[in-house]
């Protein structure tokens, strides 16, 4: 479980810095309205990844079951990550526009965390991807994937709290060049590890079981 729990830390890190629309409205929020509100749209947020998250979990229980016999279905989800890769580093950066925080109760502001999360349907594409990707190295045990995906989401928030506190500092320091620098680099990560999981599936499981090579290192 923890060897799950350190896995998990950087992929949350890495997910709070996943560039889109949400990730500006939060910050614009948080400096205009201060931390409560800030506070109040990031849990809309991620009780919609939380929902997507569901989602992807059970209507990807099947290919999870057939993992263990197909391992060619590293493929499927390694080709998620290299799309969602390129995408992210040919995509061309566009002007962004001031947006402006809206004003109303933290419920709305929680709404509208929720909504601008659940409207993007590739963040769905992108949890059922991560699901197909992981699932395997947990031995696709309910418990494991549990405690792996709670701590990324944990992790998710608690990033996202300090992004909060420190939301005009990194308004101010995200120039456009950098949000395309940032952009570029994620999707370097993601094609990498798109590439790595699609070769996975085209090496034979034995070849590739690395509690087998550290069983076989232990008896000598």
């Keep these: 479980m923890i060897e799950d729990i350190q896995a998990a830390i950087p992929l949350g890190f890495l997910l709070s810095f996943m560039i889109g ?3 500006f409205v939060l910050l614009e929020t948080s400096a205009t ?3 409560r ?3 109040s ?3 809309g947020v991620i009780i919609a990844d939380i929902v ?7 209507s990807s229980f099947q290919l999870l079951e057939n993992l263990s016999n197909e391992p060619g279905l590293f493929v499927f989800g390694g080709m998620i990550l290299l799309v969602y890769g390129i995408f992210l580093f040919v995509k061309k950066a566009k002007k962004r526009a001031n947006v402006k925080a809206t004003k109303g109760t933290y419920l709305g502001l929680f709404a509208k ?3 601008l999360n659940f409207i993007n349907i590739g963040v769905l594409a992108f949890w059922l991807g991560l699901i197909i990707v992981v699932g395997p190295s947990l031995d696709n045990e309910p418990k494991r994937m549990f405690v792996f995906f709670g701590t990324v989401i944990l992790v998710y928030f608690a990033t996202d709290l300090l992004k909060i506190i420190l939301a005009k500092q990194l308004k101010r320091y995200l120039t456009q ?3 395309v620098l940032i952009k570029k680099g994620l999707g370097i990560v993601l094609i ?14 034995d070849k590739f079981d690395i509690k087998n090579e550290i069983e076989k290192i232990e008896k000598l």
């Design 21 to 23: 629309p949400v990730f």
């Design 33 to 35: 309205k201060g931390f």
């Design 37 to 39: 509100a800030g506070v």
């Design 41 to 43: 749209l990031d849990f």
């Design 52 to 58: 997507f998250l569901t989602i992807a979990y059970f």
């Design 113 to 115: 965390g929720f909504i």
């Design 177 to 179: 060049e950098r949000i």
């Design 192 to 205: 990498i590890c798109g590439i790595v999981l699609i070769i996975k599936g085209f090496i034979p499981r």
